[in-house]
């Protein structure tokens, strides 16, 4: 059974762009083969834009550096003529923190996936038990006498549901003559 979770790796938290690398680190490889292989063929068109798609931001994060570029406070010290902005603003920038988004999904996919493979282990066993019974019946039917050398007791004897019932249904005419 595939299984696929995608790793965010762009963090908005300033104090935390140093430990990027880390999350490229972290993020799993897809078997793009292996995956291509279980796509039905009405959904060749949806799997492509998804491989593009993954490929374009796999290519933009890869083009970004490990850690952003450091502030050279004492440049813009220099350059600002009013006294204390540049310092105010280094305080603010070193106390920003900006929130990460707290994690709402990953519980709902998660019990999604337990119940999908919980779905899938009941269908292989629905089937496999299909398959034993259909097997059992291709056992019965190599067994049988040819159609072609089988006499009606046979048949009837083979497979009972071909059993005529008189009372039901006569032989032959199989309404009564006065209604012919």
């Given at each position: ?11 908005t ?7 990027m ?23 060749r ?67 999604q996936?337990a119940?999908a493979?919980?779905n ?31 006499t ?28 012919l």
């Open positions: 059974m595939l299984s696929i979770r995608v790793v965010h790796p762009v963090s938290n300033i104090s935390r762009v140093g430990r690398s880390g999350r490229r680190a972290a993020l799993k490889a897809i078997d793009w083969l292996a995956f291509a292989e279980r796509i039905p063929p009405n959904q068109g949806m799997f492509n834009s998804l491989k593009t798609r993954s490929d374009a931001v796999s290519a933009k994060l890869a083009s970004l550096p490990e850690a952003p570029a450091a502030i050279d406070w004492a440049y813009y010290r220099g350059v600002v003529a009013k006294p204390g902005m540049v310092d105010e603003f280094e305080k603010k920038f070193s106390a920003l923190k900006v929130p990460e988004p707290a994690d709402t999904q990953t519980s709902a996919i998660n019990a996936e119940e493979n919980k899938a282990v009941s269908y292989v066993e629905a089937s496999k038990a299909r398959i034993a019974s259909y097997e059992k019946e291709l056992e019965k039917f190599k067994s049988m006498i040819p159609f072609d050398q089988m009606i007791e046979d048949l009837n004897a083979a497979l009972p549901e071909t059993t005529l019932d008189k009372a039901k249904h006569p032989y032959w005419p199989h309404k009564p003559i006065a209604e």
